[in-house]
């Protein structure tokens, strides 16, 4: 069982991820509809406050912690914007996560191309659970590479950071 985060529009590639992973891989997913990863991070950082100027009280959790409390990863989170908006949470979810986002120079006709370019479409949604999954040692590498040749992703593709 994979989690996965979609922020704004892409939340509809992450659920169609969620389905390729369960029909395909019989990998089920959870998916989170991600508002905003500031707020999540801004209360995180209240709580993380309050806990410190408190040490007499019992420790409280942020949202994310309270949320994900019953979760043990892997956790995927894809989002349109650049990979440190989705980071801002990281600190606080219990287990392997794993960011997908659009950083770099995109030169694309349309947003699936532009997602495909960046590598955070539903494909590499669905990659990057599997190769969390693998790296938990919960399925075998060779279900990832396999998943990477059916999806038509070339391994050995210019990473889009650096084009």
Not at 45 to 53: A, Q, S
Not at 139 to 149: A, F, H, N, W
């Amino acid at each position: 069982r994979v989690t996965l985060f979609g922020s704004g529009t892409i939340l509809r590639e992450v659920l169609s991820a969620a389905e390729l992973l369960e029909k395909n891989y019989g990998v089920p997913a959870d998916v989170y509809s991600v508002t905003s990863f500031s707020e999540l991070r801004r209360n995180a950082l209240g709580i993380e406050r309050w806990n410190l100027l408190h040490p007499n009280e019992p420790r409280q959790q942020t949202y994310v912690q309270q949320a994900l409390a019953d979760r043990e990863g892997p956790f995927i989170a894809a989002t349109d914007y650049m990979k440190t908006v989705a980071d801002q949470i990281r600190q606080w979810v219990p287990g392997h996560y794993a960011v997908l986002g659009t950083d770099g120079y995109g030169r694309s006709d349309s947003r699936a191309e532009l997602r495909r370019f960046f590598e955070v479409d539903r494909h590499y949604v669905v990659i990057a659970a599997l190769k969390a999954l693998a790296d938990e040692g919960k399925i075998d590498k060779q279900t990832v590479s396999q998943s990477m040749r059916d999806f038509g992703i070339d391994p050995e593709k210019p990473n889009p950071l650096t084009v």
